[in-house]
């Protein structure tokens, strides 16, 4: 198969690095912009994102860079009360880039830093229609549908649950404990 002409670089790998305090306007830009967040989500978005640049160890935020642009985003962290399990809190895309595998690449950078140090990361995305291409970007992912709750976020709008294992001795859960 032949590529289209700027197909290359459209599938050109992005730059990832630690999220910095000045990327909070794009931050915002790329979840207010991915098209699936309500209004009410973002301020708790870039909660989140600031507490991970301002060096709260609950969370790990990662920025995917293009052309010297932030081109998306994900956080992470260890759940509360748990051994080794991670919560992916957000990931988004700016939309002009979907389709690049600029997501893949931030979920890969996730995954890779937990290997070894976790045994499980849980998605929670939403049950509406319009997030069915999240979810197929999940399973297409590894990521397993482990539980739905209906009407979860409003009616009509279920809490679906993905769970990835990670390979991780039993030694290292011992020393968690």
Same mark, same amino acid.
């Given at each position: 198969?032949? /590529? $289209?002409?700027?197909? %290359?670089?459209? &599938?050109?790998?992005?730059?990832?690095?630690?999220?910095?305090?000045?990327?909070?306007?794009?931050?915002? $830009? !790329?979840?207010?912009?991915?098209?699936?967040?309500?209004?009410?989500?973002?301020?708790?978005?870039?909660?989140?994102?600031?507490?991970?640049? *301002?060096?709260?160890?609950? =969370?790990?935020?990662?920025? +995917?860079?293009? *052309?010297?642009? /932030? +081109?998306?985003?994900?956080?992470?962290?260890?759940?509360?009360?748990?051994?080794?399990? =991670? @919560?992916? =809190?957000?990931?988004?895309?700016?939309?002009?880039?979907?389709? /690049?595998? !600029?997501?893949?690449? &931030?979920? %890969?950078?996730?995954?890779?830093?937990?290997?070894?140090?976790?045994? &499980?990361?849980?998605?929670?995305?939403?049950?509406?229609?319009?997030?069915?291409?999240?979810?197929?970007? =999940?399973?297409?992912?590894?990521? +397993?549908?482990?539980?739905?709750?209906?009407?979860?976020? +409003?009616?009509?709008? @279920?809490?679906?649950?993905?769970?990835?294992?990670?390979?991780?001795?039993?030694?290292?859960?011992?020393? @968690?404990?």
């Amino acid at each position: 198969m032949i /590529a $289209a002409p700027g197909a %290359t670089s459209r &599938l050109q790998a992005a730059t990832l690095r630690p999220a910095r305090a000045e990327d909070r306007a794009a931050i915002e $830009a !790329i979840t207010r912009d991915a098209g699936v967040f309500h209004d009410d989500e973002v301020p708790v978005a870039l909660e989140v994102f600031d507490a991970a640049v *301002g060096g709260d160890p609950s =969370y790990v935020a990662v920025v +995917a860079e293009r *052309g010297g642009r /932030a +081109a998306g985003w994900v956080c992470w962290g260890a759940t509360p009360c748990t051994r080794g399990t =991670y @919560d992916m =809190y957000w990931l988004a895309v700016d939309p002009v880039q979907h389709g /690049a595998g !600029i997501g893949s690449q &931030l979920v %890969t950078e996730m995954e890779r830093r937990l290997n070894g140090v976790g045994r &499980l990361i849980v998605v929670e995305t939403a049950g509406r229609p319009d997030y069915a291409p999240t979810r197929a970007f =999940y399973e297409a992912r590894g990521y +397993a549908r482990s539980a739905t709750i209906p009407d979860f976020y +409003a009616p009509g709008d @279920d809490l679906v649950v993905y769970v990835k294992s990670l390979v991780r001795s039993a030694d290292s859960l011992e020393e @968690d404990g």
